[in-house]
């Protein structure tokens, strides 16, 4: 059992920046391959971005390509997502997951969940 918490979200101003953390029990971390995704109202759950275990290969959505980052530290057990130039279409609930193997846009492959948290960005 993995367990993963959210944390970071809040509202921001278009063009604004967060940085979104996911912090995971356990000592086995470093075996997971990890995403983000983001669920808008009325919306499927879509693939934001996901990093391989030890953080060496990365994957990212066209819509934030060049805007968001992915990392990891594996000796925190803790996962992160720095969110710059807002827009107002980045607002969703963020939730990261993990999987063993590599990382994937899938988001039914991922077998561990956290609870999400909310990012909202004014116009």
């Known amino acids: 059992q993995v367990q993963l918490v959210e944390s970071g979200g809040g509202l921001v101003q278009a063009g604004g920046s967060l940085r979104l953390s996911c912090a995971a029990s356990?000592?086995?971390?470093?075996?997971?391959?990890m995403g983000w995704f983001r669920q808008a109202p009325g919306k499927e759950r879509d693939f934001v971005a996901a990093?391989?275990?030890?953080?060496?290969?990365?994957d990212y959505a066209d819509s934030v390509k060049g805007r968001f980052t992915i990392s990891r530290d594996n000796a925190k057990n803790t996962l992160y997502l720095q969110m710059n130039s807002l827009k107002p279409e980045d607002t969703a609930v963020y939730y990261c997951?993990?999987?063993?193997?590599?990382?994937?846009?899938?988001?039914?492959?991922?077998?561990?969940w956290g609870q999400g948290t909310q990012v909202t960005v004014s116009s």
């Open positions: 997951a993990a999987r063993r193997g590599v990382p994937t846009r899938n988001p039914w492959v991922y077998e561990y």
């Open positions: 356990g000592r086995t971390f470093s075996d997971y391959a």
């Open positions: 990093i391989s275990t030890g953080g060496g290969t990365t």
